[in-house]
């Protein structure tokens, strides 16, 4: 078991390197849209943002199509698998698998709040049983070498979040947890649809500044209507990390702000259009293996903002849609459609900022 781990350690180590793995800035594990097309996409735009997985069901991982489901590029790294399950050794299992794919970390859901997800006890649910969450995290820590992570909200329905999330919080750190990613809004279990519920439930920043404060070994990650890598600086004043999820997949020239501004790097492009022409290698390779166009160009919908040409673009992609034998050419054509434009200069980096 210890070289066991010990390898594991290595690879990891080797992972991290090749990676560098940060948690200052992630993307929100968001289903049906964080698939690895949409990752790989992403990761062209930000070189050092934490991607994370949707989430998969520990039944999906043990019985579904693994291969398939936990599928990813190398390119992606940094990435974090997104379990879903309340089960210790289920998860401690999916772990190790996950681990022994190559995921940089596993992160468990204590936040969703779907139907479907609630009857198997696990989701936002979990945040009324701290204590099964501690024994989930122990478990999979003693399974694996690569971070534990959990994902919750502030609270549910009639907690209050102020001794709900410090339980909540003492529990999976004592675990061992290493992040605790805060939506810093409840969850309603009863009455509110999972989209209402990322927009209903008021925002309450300070209760996870104050969860910071209180746990100051614990790394805490911020989430919830961050709109803007300048918000995401504010709130880095107050937090280890942020972690940013609709305006990143709505907006995802943003992302071409993140490794300038909060790690010093430069942008891998010089623009929205040049990260887009960079994708298409890709497009053709998955293409040639069977993949729909439309597939991968459904992630790039919002991919320019106030260009010349950029809702020609966003027609022409929706054209996408109906057509099973689209190529990388079509995407070339839309891409014709729209000026490029440099973010070379502190004014253009400002403004994909604010
Ligand atoms: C379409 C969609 C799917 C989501 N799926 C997941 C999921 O699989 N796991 C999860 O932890 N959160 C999920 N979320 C919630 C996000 O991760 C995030 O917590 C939420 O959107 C708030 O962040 P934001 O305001 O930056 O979008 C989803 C959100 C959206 C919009």
Redesign the pocket.
Known sequence: MGRLKNEKNKKNEKNNEMSSLSRKFAL???????DRHCRFFHRLLTRRALL?T??LTTGAVLHGERARLLRFDPAEHPLAL?L?GCDPQALATCARIGAEMGFDEI?L?A??PSDRVREGRF?ACLMAEPELVGDCVAAMKAAVAIPVTV?CRIGIDNQDPEPALEHFAQSVERAGADALIV?ARKAWLEGLS??EN?EVPPLDYDRVYRLKRAHPRLPVIL?????SIEGAITHLAHVDGV???????QEPWRLLAVDPLLFGETARFRSPKQAAAALMPYVEREVARGTRLHAITRHLHGLFDAVPGARAFRRHLAGAAGMSHAGAEYLAAGLALVADRDLDSDRELAHIAA
């Open positions: 929100a594990p968001m289903m049906d849209w964080t994370y949707e989430m997104q879903g992160n859901n936040g969703c989701g994902k939506h999972p989209r990322r989430n919830g209507g961050v709109a972690m940013m999820g609709r305006a990143a997949y």
